[in-house]
């Protein structure tokens, strides 16, 4: 049920407004805290009657998301010759940024410009002055308007257009809580389905991925095994804005001595804060949330110092009663340089909350910095690696892909905040720290040459994604080298032209550091780093939920072009903006069709009951061109609880998805990772503290389709003993073929409140019949902590619990 969201598509056409007859009022809420809003009346004396009640035509792109994003005196004019509208609008409440959309028709909008001045709007584009400003009272609210005659025909147009998108958002608000009422009296719902191999086609054999971002604390303090918090006194008032996010965040000290931070004659210019330490002074750090312990194993303790005298430093870990648990000391020299020491410390009971203590003797004079605590314990045993069991947790999805660094964050909080990936490469004490655009600190421990071995280790394809010259659409700072207000560039300052170059380069490099032979110049890096094979990169991403704007497409296509241009075999994937539908959808679908581009990346966040009402959404799309990464998606309910509804939606979802796995290459649910207490963003499909982690439904459907892939859809269309849609819609069936194992994997869902019973016919598959083991998750829909369970599935006749998903092998 793919939304057609053009007046056309309702079979109705607009008029090329040869009559006027009626009065249009354009107008946004007082306060910019609306989109563009439509009102009509039939004459003067009339009252004023909104069209579609609050329904927002267009909405200002302009700023931060959220409340930022605001609409001031939106004027509409349109053009004699062609009928096609314009609206312009301040995007600031100083009128500091005009923002212009043109539209053929008020529903269909192109991507957004936005014009320091309105005398710098194109000349055929300027408001209309003589336009008349009115003052109105809307559904109970007064506002200032402008009012233009148009033909009767257009507000008809309207109308029809806004009932309709108002049946699609009932339709799509349509919750498992209330299905006692919508299916009262349901009964007797049964299926048939015969899987045709004849017919079958092959698919994607890394449709399911996973994609990181480091949100909700997912990589410091989450899945990098680092356990002390602030290591390199790196953290900025600039990241957060809690009073104490400083140079000594989560450090204290005790003692007689005294200590300061420096910036004098740091490690390396990346690091440039260290602090000075005169003793005697313990040196306290309290961990992410503290210091978790396990009994018996070993901790690597390393630091950097500096010193003119030799020192015995003495270092413990206690917990919350103070109790030395684990000590060791390190014996120094004094050279008077910067000198890394390492050192172990074991574990004498299992401790939650425990603090690491640099004890400092009388007569110290030094310097400190990258003062780390790593368990020996990680994930493959890589010495700068990945908690463990976060990481297992990760590799028992049998993920295809990773996509990595994240989405926004790739692009970052304006253009220098932008992820540089080779500031992320190295020596620790040479990476260069990041403001996080979620608010807090990177220490990129965890970087591009980890997220490469973490893939390897996996067995998964690595998926970086780079900026597009761009930074994220979210972004709150201003322009490359300006100390220009937001009000004035916004997010799409881009990356000056005389510089693309140079980004374009970086790209380029980070290519032959995946893949370059050791003698080329980034190969050799990654050999000095400890792989001197090539990581066998394929994929590459271009961009994430841009605004498909005049800012990006010159910029996209200069990193396009010289990708293609020298490593014709790597995929690129571009963009399509943050939404399935809309200007950036619209102009990125152009785009990639304009340029050939190989796949690009699709996300949308929707409710539950439009992944049941759109099961068709890729049926449609072409065979034979561009394909789909569906990077990031999500059901959510209201409140965004991730639980049984949201899973099965998602499972249902993901049948139509794998029957167009010849389209769709790829798909990865987001976010991935949230860290308890520390979530910017939810639902996420793992939560974890530093004790557990804790997976949710969404994990377990993830999983039961990550560990059971195919690479040939068999079709074997669903006959159900009704026409009605809302039940119809609910039942979804998947069969594909494993031809690594010669297996059949057929899934069922069933979103229904009843029992469904269907007639599967797996004879043309070669098989009679017969029991099969399988596994299936269900319960009631709020539930949150489900396991799936083992079952015997007989086919052909099968039986589907209420909310269920199930899946089965078969074997030829």
Known sequence: MKLKHTLAALGVALATMPVMGDELLSYAVPGGNSGLRLAWRASADADWQSIGRGFNFVKSDFGPWGSHKKMFSPRLMVNAADSTWTCTWYAAPDSSVTALATSPDLVKWAPQRYFASELDLPRDMRPLHPIARTTATID?????????EVPHSLIESLQKYVEHRAELSALYSQHAVDDSKRFAGLKDVTFSASPTPDASYPISDKLIGIFFEDINYGADGGLYAELVQNRDFEYSPNENNAPDWNSTHSWSTSGQGSFKVDTVAPIHPNNLHYLTVNGPLTLTNAGYDGITLKKGDKYRLSFFIRTATPLSIQATLTDDSGKTVGRTSVKTKGNGEWTKYTATIKASKSVSGAKLNMIFPAGTDAAVDMVSLFPYDTFKGHENGLRRDLAQTLADLKPRFVRFPGGCVAHGNGIDNIYDWKGSIGPLESRKPLRNIWSYHQ???????????FCE?????????LAAGVPCQNSGIAAHHSHAPLTTYGQQGGIPMEEMDAYVQDVLDL????????????????????HPEPFNLKYIGIGNEDLISEVFIPRFR???????????????????????????YDEGWRLAHELNIPMVDEHYYVDPSWMIHNQDYYDNYKRNATKVYLGEYAAHLPGRPNNLETALASA???TSVERNADVVAMTSYAPLLAKEGHTQWKPDMIFFNNDSVKVTPDYHVQKMYGNNAGTRYVPAPLKVNTTDR??????????VLDETTGEYVIKLANLLPVTVTGNVDLSKLGIEGGKSKGLRLTGAPADTKLTPEEVTVEFPAVSLPPYSFTVVRVKR
């Open 443 to 453: 220490t990129r421990g965890l970087g591009y040459h980890e997220y490469f071995q």
């Open 558 to 584: 200069m990193i396009y072009d010289a990708v293609r241009a020298k490593y014709p075999d790597i995929i690129v994937v571009g963009t399509v903006g943050p939404f399935y539908e809309g200007a950036d």
């Open 726 to 735: 809302n039940v119809v819609n609910r039942i979804g069936m998947s069969t």
């Open 652 to 654: 249902l979802y993901l």
């Open 140 to 148: 109970g609210t007064e506002v200032n308007g402008y009012c233009q």
């Open 511 to 530: 290519i032959e550091y995946a893949n370059g032979d050791v003698n080329t110049t980034w190969g050799a890096k990654r050999a000095e780093a400890g």
């Open 457 to 465: 280790d996996m067995g998964a394809e690595p998926l970086p994604v």
